[in-house]
């Protein structure tokens, strides 16, 4: 069955929202935080 348009990917749901938690306490910048494990730093924005 193929994906709907703008269905929402909850695997890749799960997987930023655990970068945002571990961002918001590393004490880094977004930018920095994303540079370590080679993240866009747009998906934080997004």
Known sequence: MA???????????????KHINVQA???LSIGAYCRQPGLQALGFYW
Do not use: L
Not at 3 to 17: F, I, L, N, Y
């Open 3 to 17: 994906k709907m348009v703008g269905a929402r990917d909850r695997k890749k749901e799960t997987g930023w929202r």
């Open 25 to 27: 306490g590393s004490g």
